[in-house]
């Protein structure tokens, strides 16, 4: 008898958990997207009003960013001493993507802003980095838009499955 209602608070417990971490990435990814937005506004000021060698203005901002982003920047300041920017970025964004909670479309828009960093002037690149603040926004309202759609689902959902699961082993 007690082995069956240890199994089954175990179960729910377990099943609720799953639901909990699962609306977590929820939440994760709109925190994910709106730290590259700081980030990539910091970087407009360095190149903008610091006029900063790219190198130095990541190593900058990678000191003030959370864990998951600043492996990005990080391993983008790196790459820099050995590759293009472009090609930088690109290296930096696929070796430490998987660290983040971002989803395809938002690594598609990060990918983007390889295309002209450090090989045209700096209105160039300024006008780069907006756009692709711009393109973010509107990924990150489109995450708070899943978000509240589904985090109370999944939680839910989870609850429900647990206690299903727990029925059918009874």
Do not use: P
Request: aromatic share 8%; charged share 20%; glycine share 6%.
């Amino acid at each position: 008898m007690w082995c069956k209602v240890i199994g089954s608070v175990l179960i729910s417990s377990a099943s609720f958990m799953i639901g909990i971490w699962w609306s977590g990435t929820l939440k994760n990814r709109v925190e994910d997207i709106q730290e590259l937005e700081k980030v990539l506004e910091q970087l407009l000021n360095e190149i903008s009003f610091y006029s900063n060698v790219l190198q130095d203005a990541f190593l900058k901002i990678a000191k003030n960013t959370n864990k998951r982003i600043s492996g990005i920047i990080t391993s983008m300041a790196d790459n820099l001493k050995r590759y293009s920017a472009n090609k930088a970025w690109a290296i930096a964004i696929g070796d430490n993507y998987k660290n983040t909670y971002l989803s395809g479309e938002d690594i598609d828009v990060l990918l983007s802003l390889g295309d002209l960093l450090g090989t045209s002037d700096i209105d160039g690149q300024i006008g780069n980095i907006k756009n692709v603040i711009t393109r973010l926004s509107h990924q990150e309202s489109k995450a708070q838009d899943v978000r509240r759609k589904n985090e109370l689902l999944f939680r839910n959902l989870s609850i429900l499955l647990g206690m299903t699961i727990v029925i059918l082993l009874l």
